[in-house]
């Protein structure tokens, strides 16, 4: 089957930087691309906001236009491991950062989620 576990999240002032990892194990060989989502209180957690993703095999970057220039997606391919690099962090980036896989075929697979708190 195959899990995501984040990692990283904490408290981190405005205007400050944090890094989240997403640790995959047994599907990644399938994977297509594996993102970021965040949640905020009251949304379920396949309605999150797209923060940002990877294409696995090609490294190709995305990024929803709030984080753009702020954050950087990365992948470490040996240890199937994606990172979150939050650099000028902001109140607004405050939620429940959520890796998500997107495969080739199939369905989505999610993690559990990493809390980050930006405070002002």
């Known amino acids: 089957q195959g899990q995501l576990v984040e990692s990283g999240g904490g408290l981190v002032q405005a205007g400050g930087s944090l890094r989240i990892a997403c640790e995959a194990s047994?599907?990644?060989?399938?994977?297509?691309?594996i993102g970021w989502f965040r949640q905020t209180p009251g949304k379920e957690r396949d309605l999150g906001d797209f923060?940002?993703?990877?294409?696995?095999?090609?490294?190709?970057?995305l990024y929803a236009d709030s984080v753009n220039g702020r954050f950087t997606v990365s992948k470490d391919t040996a240890n199937s491991t994606l990172y979150l690099q939050m650099n000028s962090s902001k109140p607004e980036d405050t939620a429940v950062y959520c890796c998500c896989l997107v495969p080739t075929s199939g369905s989505r697979m999610w993690g559990q989620g990493t809390q980050v708190t930006v405070s002002s």
């Open positions: 923060v940002a993703g990877i294409t696995w095999r090609s490294g190709r970057q």
């Open positions: 047994g599907r990644i060989n399938n994977a297509h691309t």
